[in-house]
């Protein structure tokens, strides 16, 4: 199963290698954007651009409201798995 993860693009790092730097959950983390450049689109049209994150590449362009809706499910997944350890830690 591959699992993406929203980030937002801030900066373009290195055109010749196409990296940027991606902030995700306000972690910020050098990312391949090579699947997003192209088609009619400049390093420099990515930036503020919402991207998917899989294992250091952003995988696809997603809308913002896509992006914050995700990243709250996620969060509120988080936060049900932190309740759910507590209660085996209680149980025990």
Aim: glycine share 10%; with cysteine; hydrophobic share 45%.
């Amino acid at each position: 199963m591959c699992v993406g993860i929203p980030g937002q693009i801030v900066d373009v790092v290195d055109t010749a290698t196409d990296t940027a730097t991606v902030e995700i959950g306000g972690i910020r983390r050098a990312v391949n954007i090579s699947c997003v450049v192209g088609e009619g689109r400049s390093h420099a049209d990515c930036v503020g651009e919402w991207v998917l994150v899989h294992v250091g590449f952003a995988m696809s362009r997603i809308d913002e409201n896509e992006a914050i809706k995700t990243l709250q499910l996620l969060q509120e997944l988080g936060e049900m798995q932190e309740e759910m350890d507590a209660m085996q830690a209680a149980e025990t």
